[in-house]
């Protein structure tokens, strides 16, 4: 039992530690172009360093000293960077992401075996030799601010730090008094923090010494760019008086309730602010009400649900046939309870759904690092623009599509930006743009992925089609055509070879692994302007209502998401064009794909009767499956086939209808991207 809560517990921490890690690589990401400006807000600063330093804490704890040990360097570094003893520069940032990088990749290693661990020296003396640069020079600013020396004696070093940066600024420096009750300190002190920090930083909190016994004095300096008067506007106070440092201003003749002597007589209490004053005296209940939940414990809930809505169809069945046959009241009394179930069952399935749904902008937080890294390593200038971050996304989707969307965006940093002197001598700014949108269009989310580089030249995947031998010299090829032979293994229009491919190389993978998902991608270009990879995945793979059809003797599910209405047509509607079948839908052209030919199966239904068509659809693409029967909607948990049979294509998973009966789900995505590009016969 003991093993079991200790790994339980480590399981825990190196969630917690993903998280912090990934918290951290968003505001390194602020830090560093905050860094570019010359603003840096001292408060995200200090976040950085609290993450660092709890991850020091954490790791150690379990017993990590590779994690603990390089945290402790990276805090090191950040209170460094806090004290102003070394410069935010671009070295210091890219040293940052390059520990935070290695971090990553030691939790989630330890996430496979607690044992594994990386070379660290190389990361740690880079960050001590940036430790050991000059630091930067301080002046006789503090000489020069006509402080108390006692004042300045209870002053941290990081204190000192902030009002030399203040006065960098060019902001005004101001102390103000004020003076509270005793019953009710920790709130108005915490009010007038809050106020102060709209206008300026809130450098010091020091209690004064006081004489009246029912209430506490405080002075806190304040760096600011307002007057006077517009401070004490926003306070809207009149128990507390603000002074210039050199001069002297109060609101009023009656002058504040600061009491005794002025300037502190001893050095802070460790709880001088409201945050720690509730601590010790407010609940101990936690702010958080989220907890962490293992996916997998929700997968065998959600498939708990799978077999409740199976029995219940069951159960209805047994129901129709009492109806007939047996007692007709005990039948309905039984339909009521059934609809009963129903509803509560819908709601239970909803909720299990909920849970699973995880917020896209998780994903594209991870792309920013990935975006940085290897535009630094290529010399090329890119910033990231995040739309749709909101949009849910089941939680497995996600994690299945990370790969396939680094791969997208390490390909368009590589193959599709420009250097930042090509871009100036095309007429771009030298900086390029990555942006990562997501939308929500019916029960699809869709992923656009776009960048302003040199597109896709289509004349010169037509000349390396070519010289592979994939198409006869001569040949036109039509946009649509160069798009899928950069779909296709090993195809690339780079003739170099380097670690990362051209925007051909590995994109077989990346539609497979879409395909997989029930998904579909297609590439949009314009030769100077840019590319878009536009990427349709439903919002969830795990219960699902499907068309059930007939092919045959053999049974299929279609996706109901997928599904946009159904048709009968008669035969005397189908044509043939380039050898494929289509009808007239609406002044539109729709092309076919019969089940019985993609999969070799024998057909009841004769060629000169009518058939029947499922009108299925992802973004703007169409295609109708033709069938012999359609047998009606019901609710399916898709089960995976496994590794073994990932290369069984047209087909995303297994469902039991509950009848003691197993059929294949069909993979609309990958039926489509086949079916628009006339290969259907590669099915096998």
């Known amino acids: 039992m003991a093993d079991k809560t200790s790994s339980r517990a480590i399981r825990d921490f190196l969630a917690e530690a993903e998280e912090i890690?990934?918290?951290l690589n968003l505001d390194l990401v602020v830090l560093g172009e905050a860094g570019a400006s010359g603003e840096v807000d001292p408060e995200l600063l200090n976040g950085i360093f609290r993450g660092a330093h709890s991850l020091k804490g954490l790791s150690g704890m379990f017993g990590f000293d590779d994690i603990s040990r390089l945290a402790h360097h990276m805090e090191n570094l950040l209170d460094s960077l806090r004290l102003g003893k070394v410069p935010l520069g671009p070295v210091l940032v890219e040293v940052l992401f390059d520990a935070?990088?290695?971090l990553m990749r030691l939790v989630h290693g330890k996430g496979e075996n607690e044992e594994f661990t990386l070379e660290l020296e190389p990361m740690?003396?880079?960050?001590?030799?940036?430790?050991?640069?000059?630091?930067?020079d301080k002046s006789d600013i503090l000489a020069r601010l006509q402080l108390d020396p006692s004042v300045l004696g209870v002053l941290t070093e990081y204190e000192e730090h902030r009002l030399i940066e203040n006065c960098r600024k060019g902001r005004r420096l101001l102390r103000i008094r004020a003076s509270f009750s005793l019953s009710s300190f920790d709130q108005d002190l915490a009010e007038v923090t809050e106020l102060l920090k709209k206008q300026g930083e809130v450098i010091s909190t020091l209690p004064c010494a006081g004489e009246v016994a029912d209430r506490i004095g405080f002075q806190l300096l304040y760096g600011t760019g307002a007057t006077d008067a517009e401070v004490m506007t926003r306070l809207g106070r009149d128990d507390l008086a603000v002074e210039a440092l050199g001069e002297s201003f109060t609101t009023s003749a009656a002058a504040p309730a600061v009491v005794g002597g002025s300037e502190p007589t001893?050095?802070?209490?460790?709880?001088?602010?409201?945050e720690s004053q509730d601590a010790g005296s407010a609940s101990l209940r936690s702010i958080s009400r989220t907890v962490r939940v293992d996916i997998d414990k929700l997968d065998t809930l959600m498939?708990?649900?799978g077999e409740l809505v199976l029995a219940k169809a069951q159960v209805a069945s047994v129901v129709e046939k009492l109806r007939s046959n047996g007692d007709p009241e005990l039948a309905m009394e039984l339909q009521k309870g059934i609809r009963t179930l129903e509803r509560r069952l819908g709601d239970l399935q909803k909720g299990v759904m909920e849970v699973r749904m995880v917020p896209i902008g998780q994903l594209f937080e991870k792309m920013v690092r990935i975006v940085r890294r290897v535009s630094g390593d290529h010399g090329k200038k890119v910033v990231t623009d995040i739309r749709g971050a909101e949009t849910e996304l089941d939680k497995l989707?996600?994690?299945?599509?990370?790969?396939?969307?680094?791969?997208?965006?390490?390909?368009a940093i590589d193959h599709g930006i420009e250097s930042p002197a090509e871009r100036e001598s095309a007429g771009k700014p030298p900086t390029a743009r990555i942006s990562l949108e997501a939308s929500q269009k019916g029960n699809h989310v869709v992923i656009e992925v776009r960048d302003d580089g040199r597109g896709i030249d289509i004349e010169r995947v037509r000349?390396?089609?070519?010289?592979?031998?994939?198409?006869?010299?001569?040949?036109?090829?039509?946009?649509?055509?160069?798009?899928?032979?950069?779909f296709m293994p090993g195809f690339s229009t780079r003739d170099e070879v380097s670690d990362l491919s051209g925007r051909g190389v590995g994109m077989d993978v990346v539609r497979s692994n879409i395909s997989a998902l029930s998904g579909m991608i297609e590439l949009d270009s314009q030769l100077g302007v840019g590319t878009k990879v536009s990427i349709t995945l439903p919002i969830t793979l795990a219960i699902i209502k499907a068309l059930i059809v007939r092919v045959g003797d053999k049974t299929y599910a279609i996706p109901i998401n997928s599904v946009l209405e159904t048709l009968m047509v008669e035969p005397g509607s189908i044509r043939s064009i380039e050898r494929r079948e289509v009808i007239e839908l609406r002044q539109s052209t729709l092309p076919l794909l019969r089940l019985d030919d993609l999969f070799h199966l024998a057909s009841r239904s004769r060629r000169d009767a009518r058939i029947f068509v499922a009108v299925v659809g992802l973004a703007d693409k169409k295609i109708g499956i033709v069938v012999d029967e359609l047998l009606g909607q019901q609710d399916v948990v898709i089960k995976s086939l496994g590794n073994v049979l990932t290369f069984v294509r047209g087909v995303a998973g297994a469902a039991d209808l509950g009848n003691q009966k197993t059929i294949l789900v069909l993979d609309v995505g990958g039926l489509m991207n086949e079916a628009l590009r006339g290969e259907a016969s590669a099915y096998v």
């Open 21 to 23: 890690i990934e918290k």
């Open 100 to 102: 935070l990088e290695i």
């Open 124 to 136: 740690l003396a880079r960050i001590d030799a940036v430790l050991g640069g000059s630091p930067t």
């Open 266 to 274: 001893a050095p802070p209490p460790p709880l001088e602010g409201s």
């Open 303 to 305: 498939n708990v649900v």
């Open 397 to 411: 989707i996600m994690e299945d599509l990370s790969d396939p969307l680094m791969h997208i965006i390490r390909n």
């Open 463 to 486: 000349r390396k089609a070519v010289r592979q031998g994939l198409i006869a010299e001569g040949v036109a090829l039509s946009r649509e055509d160069a798009y899928d032979l950069l």
